[in-house]
Protein backbone atom coordinates (compact mmCIF):
# COMPACT_ATOMS: atom_id res chain seq x y z
CA UNK A 1 0.00 0.00 0.00
CA UNK A 2 2.75 2.34 1.34
CA UNK A 3 4.76 1.84 -2.18
CA UNK A 4 1.28 2.47 -4.49
CA UNK A 5 0.47 5.53 -2.45
CA UNK A 6 4.08 6.90 -3.64
CA UNK A 7 4.11 5.79 -6.95
CA UNK A 8 0.67 6.36 -8.03
CA UNK A 9 -1.74 7.93 -5.60
CA UNK A 10 1.40 11.00 -4.82
CA UNK A 11 1.49 12.14 -8.70
CA UNK A 12 -2.03 12.11 -9.10
CA UNK A 13 -2.93 14.78 -6.77
CA UNK A 14 -2.41 18.10 -5.77
CA UNK A 15 -1.73 20.35 -3.85
CA UNK A 16 1.96 19.97 -2.85
CA UNK A 17 0.24 20.00 0.61
CA UNK A 18 -1.38 16.61 -0.08
CA UNK A 19 1.21 14.73 -1.54
CA UNK A 20 3.09 15.51 1.77
CA UNK A 21 -0.02 14.24 3.64
CA UNK A 22 0.34 11.33 1.62
CA UNK A 23 3.89 10.80 1.78
CA UNK A 24 3.97 10.66 5.23
CA UNK A 25 1.10 8.05 5.52
CA UNK A 26 2.90 5.81 3.22
CA UNK A 27 5.92 6.50 5.70
CA UNK A 28 3.63 5.60 8.55
CA UNK A 29 2.98 2.08 6.80
CA UNK A 30 6.29 1.22 5.82
CA UNK A 31 7.22 1.69 9.37
CA UNK A 32 4.06 -0.42 10.61
CA UNK A 33 4.63 -3.17 7.98
CA UNK A 34 8.59 -3.45 9.24
CA UNK A 35 7.72 -3.24 12.65
CA UNK A 36 4.70 -6.17 12.15
CA UNK A 37 6.92 -8.06 10.48
CA UNK A 38 10.21 -8.14 12.91
CA UNK A 39 8.17 -7.50 16.22
CA UNK A 40 7.99 -11.17 17.65
CA UNK A 41 11.63 -12.05 16.34
CA UNK A 42 13.04 -8.83 17.76
CA UNK A 43 11.29 -8.99 21.47
CA UNK A 44 12.54 -12.75 21.64
CA UNK A 45 16.58 -12.46 20.34
CA UNK A 46 16.64 -9.58 23.37
CA UNK A 47 14.71 -11.37 25.55
CA UNK A 48 17.10 -14.13 25.15
CA UNK A 49 20.17 -12.00 25.53
CA UNK A 50 18.72 -10.49 28.48
CA UNK A 51 18.72 -13.91 30.19
CA UNK A 52 22.21 -14.41 29.24
CA UNK A 53 23.45 -11.68 30.91
CA UNK A 54 21.91 -12.65 34.04
CA UNK A 55 23.11 -15.76 34.48
CA UNK A 56 26.62 -13.85 34.21
CA UNK A 57 25.42 -11.46 36.38
CA UNK A 58 24.29 -13.42 39.10
CA UNK A 59 28.19 -14.46 39.26
CA UNK A 60 29.29 -11.20 39.68
CA UNK A 61 26.40 -8.74 41.57
CA UNK A 62 26.87 -8.96 45.24
CA UNK A 63 23.52 -8.33 45.71
CA UNK A 64 21.59 -11.40 47.00
CA UNK A 65 18.13 -9.82 46.01
CA UNK A 66 18.72 -8.81 43.06
CA UNK A 67 20.99 -12.40 42.41
CA UNK A 68 17.87 -14.59 43.38
CA UNK A 69 15.95 -12.66 40.53
CA UNK A 70 18.57 -12.63 38.01
CA UNK A 71 18.35 -16.43 38.31
CA UNK A 72 14.33 -16.87 38.52
CA UNK A 73 14.37 -14.49 35.27
CA UNK A 74 17.95 -16.13 33.35
CA UNK A 75 15.26 -19.24 33.65
CA UNK A 76 11.96 -18.12 32.84
CA UNK A 77 11.35 -18.26 28.62
CA UNK A 78 9.38 -17.04 26.66
CA UNK A 79 6.07 -18.57 25.95
CA UNK A 80 3.54 -16.66 24.50
CA UNK A 81 4.89 -15.04 21.22
CA UNK A 82 1.99 -12.12 21.22
CA UNK A 83 4.08 -8.98 20.94
CA UNK A 84 2.10 -7.68 24.05
CA UNK A 85 3.56 -10.39 26.02
CA UNK A 86 6.49 -10.54 24.78
CA UNK A 87 6.81 -6.21 24.96
CA UNK A 88 5.71 -6.75 28.77
CA UNK A 89 8.67 -9.96 29.19
CA UNK A 90 11.09 -7.27 27.97
CA UNK A 91 10.11 -4.18 30.08
CA UNK A 92 10.04 -6.65 32.65
CA UNK A 93 13.84 -8.03 31.60
CA UNK A 94 15.10 -4.60 30.84
CA UNK A 95 14.01 -3.11 34.54
CA UNK A 96 16.11 -5.43 35.37
CA UNK A 97 19.05 -5.24 33.25
CA UNK A 98 18.56 -1.27 34.90
CA UNK A 99 19.50 -2.50 38.08
CA UNK A 100 22.19 -4.70 37.29
CA UNK A 101 24.07 -1.91 35.51
CA UNK A 102 23.64 0.36 38.03
CA UNK A 103 24.83 -2.41 40.71
CA UNK A 104 27.69 -3.50 38.53
CA UNK A 105 28.87 0.27 37.96
CA UNK A 106 29.40 -0.07 41.76
CA UNK A 107 31.54 -2.66 41.81
CA UNK A 108 35.30 -2.76 41.49
CA UNK A 109 37.34 -5.89 39.90
CA UNK A 110 37.67 -7.29 36.33
CA UNK A 111 34.31 -9.46 36.36
CA UNK A 112 32.42 -6.32 36.91
CA UNK A 113 34.37 -4.45 34.05
CA UNK A 114 34.02 -7.03 31.84
CA UNK A 115 29.87 -7.78 32.15
CA UNK A 116 29.16 -3.62 32.37
CA UNK A 117 31.23 -4.01 28.56
CA UNK A 118 28.76 -6.78 27.55
CA UNK A 119 25.71 -5.13 29.24
CA UNK A 120 27.20 -1.90 26.73
CA UNK A 121 27.42 -3.66 23.69
CA UNK A 122 23.62 -5.00 24.27
CA UNK A 123 22.41 -1.70 24.83
CA UNK A 124 23.96 -0.89 21.60
CA UNK A 125 22.66 -4.11 19.92
CA UNK A 126 19.26 -3.15 20.96
CA UNK A 127 19.52 0.56 19.70
CA UNK A 128 20.45 -1.43 15.88
CA UNK A 129 17.69 -4.00 16.29
CA UNK A 130 15.33 -0.99 16.42
CA UNK A 131 16.70 0.85 13.42
CA UNK A 132 14.50 1.58 10.74
CA UNK A 133 15.42 0.53 7.34
CA UNK A 134 13.88 3.72 5.87
CA UNK A 135 15.73 5.60 8.79
CA UNK A 136 18.51 8.51 7.39
CA UNK A 137 20.63 8.09 10.52
Request: proline fraction near 3%.
Amino acid sequence: MAKDLVERVIPAISPAYHQGTIGMIANMLSITGEEWDRGASRRIEENGRLREIFRDGAKVSKNAALNTRLIRLAESTDSDFRISALESDNCTLRATLIELHAQIEKQSGPEARRLEEIIWRELARSTERRRLSTAPF
